[in-house]
């Protein structure tokens, strides 16, 4: 299952680095969370690994708004994700290579989800400088995310 996800999300306004020792190699992780990522019903979906439709009409009335106030947290889950965080101004952008995606949250709004989570990934020394002028802020976010040990939600 692979999702594409391109949407705005609002940074959280700090960042967390971890150095941490792998075997014999340094490494510094880098933690940030984000909310309000926009998701399509057809995303939903994918992300409950559920067949086309199912959000829609288990979830969801026919004016679109849901049926009940309902936020989806998935704690235990953990997505493999990549790609881009930008800001408004150019260079303001940091790419994500093998990052996790953890800590999600789904918050059903009209005729979709809103996407909050955290994001970790290895990071080089200057990459931390590149992230500090999107914290805070709202920014573009194109995010790729796999799952290959997700299970059937419980019903």
Same mark, same amino acid.
């Given at each position: 299952?692979?999702?594409? +996800?391109? %949407?705005?999300? =609002?940074?959280?306004?700090?960042?967390?680095?971890?150095? %941490?020792?792998?075997?014999?190699?340094?490494?510094?992780?880098?933690?940030?969370?984000?909310? #309000?990522?926009?998701?399509? @019903?057809?995303?939903?979906?994918?992300?409950? #690994?559920?067949?086309? $439709?199912?959000?829609?009409?288990? !979830?969801?009335?026919?004016?679109? !708004?849901?049926? %009940?106030?309902?936020?989806?947290?998935?704690?235990?889950?953990?997505?493999?994700?990549?790609?881009?965080?930008? $800001?408004?101004?150019? $260079? =303001?952008? +940091?790419?994500?290579? $093998?990052? %996790?995606?953890?800590?999600?949250?789904?918050?059903? +709004?009209?005729?979709?989800?809103?996407?909050?989570?955290?994001?970790?990934?290895?990071?080089?020394?200057?990459?931390?400088?590149?992230?500090?002028?999107? @914290?805070?802020?709202?920014?573009?976010?194109?995010?790729?995310?796999?799952?290959?040990?997700?299970?059937?939600l419980p019903l």
């Amino acid at each position: 299952m692979r999702i594409e +996800i391109e %949407t705005t999300v =609002d940074l959280s306004k700090q960042a967390t680095l971890k150095n %941490t020792t792998d075997g014999e190699e340094e490494l510094s992780l880098a933690q940030v969370r984000f909310k #309000n990522a926009k998701l399509t @019903l057809v995303q939903l979906d994918e992300l409950c #690994n559920r067949s086309p $439709g199912w959000s829609e009409q288990a !979830l969801f009335r026919t004016d679109e !708004l849901p049926c %009940t106030p309902m936020v989806l947290h998935f704690p235990k889950l953990t997505f493999e994700a990549s790609g881009r965080i930008h $800001g408004h101004r150019e $260079g =303001d952008s +940091i790419s994500l290579v $093998g990052a %996790t995606l953890n800590d999600v949250r789904v918050a059903l +709004i009209k005729s979709g989800a809103s996407m909050s989570g955290q994001l970790m990934w290895k990071s080089a020394g200057d990459e931390a400088a590149d992230l500090e002028p999107l @914290l805070g802020h709202l920014c573009g976010m194109h995010l790729s995310i796999v799952d290959s040990q997700q299970q059937d939600l419980p019903l």
